[in-house]
T-cell receptor, first 113, second 113 residues
Framework: AQSVSQHNHHVILSEAASLELGCNYS??????LFWYVQYPGQHLQLLLK??????LVKGIKGFEAEFIKSKFSFNLRKPSVQWSDTAEYFC???????????FGKGTTLSVSS | DAGITQSPRHKVTETGTPVTLRCHQT?????MYWYRQDPGHGLRLIHY???????DKGEVSDGYSVSRSKTEDFLLTLESATSSQTSVYFC????????????FGQGTRLTVV
């Protein structure tokens, strides 16, 4: 079965530090990849998505992610985090049938001011 | 925000009672999903629908049933609630087409006592 692994369970950073959250997926064919963010007490919101083309994807709020097919990875990055980036981040891949999203277990990011 | 309404937003119920959660959309999207979110597990797919009266199971479907009699409504039923079904339940919708993302509702916090 397809799966998504997020290596970091909880990341703690100071404001202005750089961020990289790891995401690996198991399926080797054509993939659609997503990063969602969940702010405390809220629902999931899309940060960015990759379907095809340029493997470096830019999303909202200064986030970007790089699709590296050879490594089955789709890591999320931000050069300088803010306190308001404190949230839980989920990586997801569309399943092979194209019918649903499979999520990783999430990474909690805590940013101190 | 996408037009998704979940009801109720909070519910406390007793073990063994039936519970129905409702997801209503105003986007006329083809796909609708029910996920549960639990600490350490991320989001796990319960059931999804790809059209009126067309549904399929996700990875954690045991103890749950769904129905979709209209495009806009997707119901999740716990036939006999158990404490292990205490969770936050999210509905999501997605349009037809491979290059589409899912939009999430605000969630329903269900506590089974």
């Amino acid at each position: 079965a397809q799966s998504v692994s997020q290596h970091n369970h909880h990341v703690i950073l100071s404001e202005a530090a750089s961020l990289e959250l790891g995401c690996n997926y198991s399926y080797g064919g054509t993939v659609n990849l997503f990063w969602y963010v969940q702010y405390p007490g809220q629902h999931l919101q899309l940060l960015l998505k990759y379907f095809s083309g340029d493997p470096l994807v830019k999303g909202i709020k200064g986030f970007e992610a790089e699709f590296i097919k050879s490594k089955f990875s789709f890591n999320l990055r931000k050069p300088s985090v803010q306190w308001s980036d404190t949230a839980e981040y989920f990586c997801a891949v569309r399943n092979q049938a194209g019918t649903a999203l499979i999520f990783g277990k999430g990474t909690t990011l805590s940013v101190s001011s | 925000d996408a037009g998704i309404t979940q009801s109720p937003r909070h519910k406390v119920t007793e073990t063994g009672t039936p519970v129905t959660l409702r997801c209503h959309q105003t986007e006329n999207h083809r796909y609708m999903y029910w996920y549960r979110q639990d600490p350490g597990h991320g989001l796990r797919l319960i059931h999804y629908s790809y059209g009126v009266k067309d549904t399929d199971k996700g990875e954690v479907s045991d103890g749950y049933s769904v129905s979709r009699s209209k495009t806009e409504d997707f119901l999740l039923t716990l036939e006999s609630a158990t404490s292990s079904q205490t969770s936050v339940y999210f509905c999501a919708i997605r349009g037809q087409g491979i290059n589409t993302e899912a939009f999430f509702g605000q969630g329903t916090r269900l506590t089974v006592v």
